[in-house]
């Protein structure tokens, strides 16, 4: 099969599968993580996950993000 073959699909796929596909696929350009690091990071990564899902984490968009940088540079004291 194509690489072509195998994109068009993994296109087909959920968006939620595509995102667990590219994980794995950026992981394997890694080599092997530890095991327990990358365990830790998957459960804070689900936990933060269900915090958004739940209404319960603050969030913010991304000119919010934005402006937050730069006012936080700018109340910043020049060394």
């Known amino acids: 099969m194509l690489s072509t073959d195998v994109l ?31 365990q830790a990071w998957d459960e804070e990564i689900e936990r933060r996950g269900g915090e958004v899902d739940a209404g319960r984490a603050e969030t913010m968009t991304l000119d919010e993000f934005r402006a937050h ?11």
Do not use: F, K, Y
Request: charge should be positive.
């Open 8 to 38: 068009a699909e993994i296109l087909r796929l959920p968006a939620q599968e595509r995102a667990r596909l590219a994980l794995e696929i950026l992981r394997s350009l890694d080599g092997e993580p530890e095991t327990a690091v990358a």
């Open 69 to 79: 940088v730069r006012r936080r540079r700018s109340d910043r004291t020049p060394r």
